[in-house]
């Protein structure tokens, strides 16, 4: 599905999928994340810059007391925590046992695509706001902009699955700098931190968001640092939320341009970034240039 200027120009289904089914977004969904943590913020029950500790209690951890401390909310939302991240290891990356948040370098020292520490904003959104987090979720974000669908338990993750349209939807909401029908969903300081690099390792990530056109990137399986830009076939400008088997949100401000993609793998089992995003982008190019 592709969105010029609010508009839908291209809505296209295959394999026997339509505008009705429902898709599960996998690790896009993370950015609505991010976005729930920052209005949670907005609205004074939490502040990423506070130790996780201060909303899940001493023993969430299997860190001594010093190291646990360091770890704060907006490590949570940068990859940051520092916590061994068990890459290969699908059953303790998704785990959020004490067990398995292990020390393996110092919060903000090492960026690492941690599942489990990812899924503790959840719980940080609960225990702040007193609220469970998929029904503070639906309030201030999915009904105010008219999105459907839910968070579902997928053997050990909670995962968000909604038709192309709401995603759709979604890619709107950030286009927009978090402002829908006038209202202002999510506060502008707090996007922009969320949509900026978020620490000095991997450039191209903020809090959850994929960001475009940065010096060097990392991808989720990897430590290694790769020189030039996430995307180089996509503008410069764009956002992106990427999940599991090539389910896309990507997002340019500078074109008034959404593009949504989900579905099945389109050939690679990649956790975010893959092959497709670069192709895709040169296909769209020779329409657009």
């Known amino acids: 599905m592709v969105l010029k200027n609010g508009r839908i120009v291209i809505e296209k289904y295959f394999n026997g999928h339509s505008q009705n089914d429902n898709s599960i977004w996998y690790s896009a969904g993370k950015t609505l994340v991010s976005s729930t943590v920052g209005i949670a913020q907005d609205e004074g029950y939490?502040?990423?810059?506070?130790?996780?500790?201060?909303y899940l209690g001493t023993n969430w951890s299997s860190l001594t007391t010093e190291k646990q401390d360091l770890i704060t909310v907006k490590n949570h939302l940068s990859m940051s925590t520092g916590l061994q991240d068990y890459v290969g290891q699908t059953l303790k990356w998704i785990c959020t046992q004490p067990s398995c948040f292990n020390y393996e370098a110092d919060a903000g020292e090492r960026w690492a695509y941690h599942q489990g520490a990812f899924t503790m904003l959840k719980d940080i959104v609960t225990n702040a706001t007193e609220t469970d987090f998929n029904d503070y979720f639906y309030t201030k974000i999915r009904d105010k902009i008219g999105m459907n669908g839910s968070w579902n338990e997928q053997i050990l993750l909670t995962l968000y699955a909604s038709d192309t349209r709401s995603m759709a939807r979604w890619g709107l909401l950030i286009q927009n700098e978090g402002i829908w029908d006038a209202e202002r969903i999510i506060s502008k300081t707090y996007f922009d931190e969320m949509t900026s690099t978020s620490q000095d390792i991997n450039k191209s990530y903020?809090?959850?968001?994929?960001?475009?056109?940065?010096?060097?990137?990392?991808?989720?399986?990897?430590?290694?640092?790769?020189?030039?830009?996430?995307?180089?076939?996509?503008?410069t400008d764009m956002i992106a939320a990427l999940g599991a088997n090539d389910q896309k949100i990507y997002v340019v401000p500078s074109r008034n341009l959404v593009v949504v993609r989900c579905g099945d793998s389109a050939g690679e089992t990649q956790l975010g970034l893959s092959s497709f995003d670069n192709e895709l982008w040169g296909k769209i190019n020779a329409v657009i240039n």
């Open 46 to 54: 939490l502040s990423i810059n506070d130790t996780s500790s201060d």
């Open 206 to 235: 903020g809090y959850l968001w994929w960001l475009n056109g940065k010096e060097s990137y990392m991808s989720t399986t990897s430590q290694t640092v790769v020189s030039g830009s996430l995307i180089p076939n996509a503008p």
